[in-house]
């Protein structure tokens, strides 16, 4: 309850902080030994039908100029990664948290699950 309490006085603070961390990690994104962060961030963008941590501009730095990963394409056609018109707009890491708040509860007890069954 108290860690609750703390979360929720701090939820802010925590917020930037993550942005910021899964912003940096973005550039392991397609590198060697990284296939699971890889991966991770293609299912995200994928199933949430979004691009970016706060923005699509947050893979431009990482992809060098204007081009997005193609999990971030809407529409799969040629060269899609370099054609804006074909991008998700929406931001992943508020798609990500609204999801956790509407499943919450399922969240929960797959967390205690999980120490239970190992």
Request: net charge neutral; proline share 3%.
């Amino acid at each position: 309850m108290i860690i609750g309490i703390l979360f929720l006085c701090n939820q802010e603070t925590i917020n930037q902080y993550a942005k910021e961390e899964l912003k940096n990690g973005l550039q392991f994104y397609n590198t060697s030994g990284n296939a699971g962060l890889t991966n991770g961030w293609d299912i995200v963008q994928t199933d949430f039908r979004c691009c970016g941590v706060v923005h699509y501009k947050d893979w431009f730095s990482v992809l060098n100029g204007t081009k997005v990963p193609a999990s971030c394409c809407f529409k799969l056609v040629h060269n899609c990664s370099t054609n804006p018109n074909t991008w998700w707009k929406d931001a992943c890491y508020e798609k990500v948290i609204e999801w956790l708040k509407d499943n919450v509860v399922a969240v929960c007890i797959f967390g205690l699950c999980i120490p239970v069954l190992q």
